[in-house]
């Protein structure tokens, strides 16, 4: 067998029918037995960036996001757009990380999901242009912008387009590469 590898999975959105939340799911569905994800699902809870407040290791539940990245040998983001950018819970979550180590040299998969025709362009320029600064890896072949889609994805979380399918194989295929 090979090699167990830990992953951290993030949804950037807070609605519990989010097709991001159901494709990450759904991404997880497709991954081999060797990578292990964990659901990151204290998005929510983070309190507003502040860095006076960020004192010894900072509040407990940056504390836990900071931990469960230490942990993780790579990073799957899934994002929708929102007012065509990153949704403020990720970007609020990726603010709790900008003075720290974390996601350096993290091998880091980003994919942005959206109904409309751009696929969520915008917050994926964004979000990439934010963990670059904080020196995550962005993994060759780990990005992906999916357009429309409500269309690859039904109700059930089940992607329904054999194309799209295949992206994410790929995907999945290069980070766990990088992660070795």
Known sequence: MDKEIKLLA??????QNSSNTALMNAIIGLAPENMKFTIYSGLGDLPHFNPDIDIDE?????RGLRTQ?????????????????????LKNALDW???TTEFMNKPTAVISA?????????????LL???????????????????HITLKLNKEGII?????KQELLSVLQALEQACY
């Open 10 to 15: 993030i949804s950037g959105s807070l609605r």
């Open 58 to 62: 900072g509040p407990v539940p940056v």
């Open 69 to 89: 990245l230490k942990e993780a040998d790579g990073v799957l983001l899934c994002t929708p757009e929102y007012g065509n950018g990153v949704p403020g819970v």
């Open 97 to 99: 990380l900008v003075s």
């Open 114 to 126: 959206s109904p409309t025709p751009m696929g969520g362009d915008k917050a994926h320029a964004s």
């Open 129 to 147: 242009l934010t963990l670059k600064m904080i020196n995550a890896e962005i993994v060759e072949r780990g990005t992906l912008i999916i357009p």
């Open 160 to 164: 329904t387009d054999p194309k799209l």
